[in-house]
């Protein structure tokens, strides 16, 4: 996702911490709140981490064959980097400075891992080299998903939030339930129907924009809940100082 996006998933998260998890989430972040704290992760331009946002596999897979490809993808993706942030957060040895970068991470790739074209083909680089008009403008498949939709919409952060941010009870107990590599598999659903609905060159229309716009609120708040029950269940029994 671009600023906006990443931002409104930290705030949704923020809304959703237990009043523990958000004291020690403002510990580990040096009073830093998490939408400020969101992009971190993509101002650093070191090469060897820019794996950590994103997954490429072959399509066509089951789900049997996709949990066995991510299971052996080696460390530097999006899967391997979340598992090894939250291991980082849950060790009793890590210093401040650790798990600051680590909470950094942590809430940006949460995130990233909701974009369906983070989790998509290798061939064309998650979309990036599709070309595709917008607006009047050229862009691109995974562009598109990461900014361009939310712009079209013209919403403030606020708006974003408040709109994006629906969920009930029931829905989100099921959300916080489920592991990081369903949260891959649902954007890995989500990316094969994108590839199958768009042809390089094509001018995306206001059909396709009504069509997907739900998906990227319903990606945006998953990613938002899920991150704070992440935080939840790491940080809601960590004894604090008073
Ligand atoms: N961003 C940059 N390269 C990418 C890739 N290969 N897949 C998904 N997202 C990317
Ligand atoms: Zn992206
Ligand atoms: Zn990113």
């Given amino acids: 996702w671009g600023f906006k996006g990443h931002r409104a998933i930290a705030t949704i998260a923020e809304k959703h911490l237990t009043a523990n998890t958000a004291k020690a989430v403002s ?41 066995d490809a991510v299971s052996k993808q080696g460390s530097d993706n999006v899967y391997s980097a979340i598992l090894k942030e939250e291991a980082i957060l849950k060790d009793k040895t890590s210093s401040p400075d650790q798990k600051n970068e ?7 790739l949460v995130g990233d891992a909701h974009q369906p074209m983070h989790v998509s083909r290798k061939e064309d680089k998650g979309g990036n080299t599709i070309q595709l008009q917008f607006d009047g403008q050229g862009t691109n498949l995974h562009s598109l998903w990461d900014s ?14 408040s709109k994006y941010d629906w969920a009930n009870p029931a829905q989100i107990k ?50 938002g809940i899920r991150l704070a029950g992440e935080l939840n269940r790491l940080f809601n ?6």
């Fill in 102 to 108: 680590a909470l950094k991470y942590l809430i940006h």
């Fill in 27 to 67: 510990i580990y972040l040096k009073g830093a709140k998490m939408s400020e704290v969101s992009t971190w992760a993509d101002e650093n331009k070191d090469k060897t981490t820019a794996p950590w946002h994103y997954l490429n596999l072959p399509l066509g897979l089951s789900h049997e064959q996709f949990i």
């Fill in 148 to 161: 361009k939709l939310i712009d079209h919409e013209g919403l403030s952060e606020a708006e974003i939030v």
């Fill in 237 to 242: 029994d960590t004894p604090l100082k008073t």
């Fill in 174 to 223: 099921k959300w916080q339930s489920d592991s990081p590599m369903e949260w891959l598999w649902e954007s890995y659903q989500v990316s094969t129907e994108l590839y199958a609905d768009i042809k390089p060159g094509q001018r995306v229309d206001d059909t396709y924009y009504q069509k997907y716009i739900p998906t990227v609120h319903l990606r945006i708040d998953q990613a």
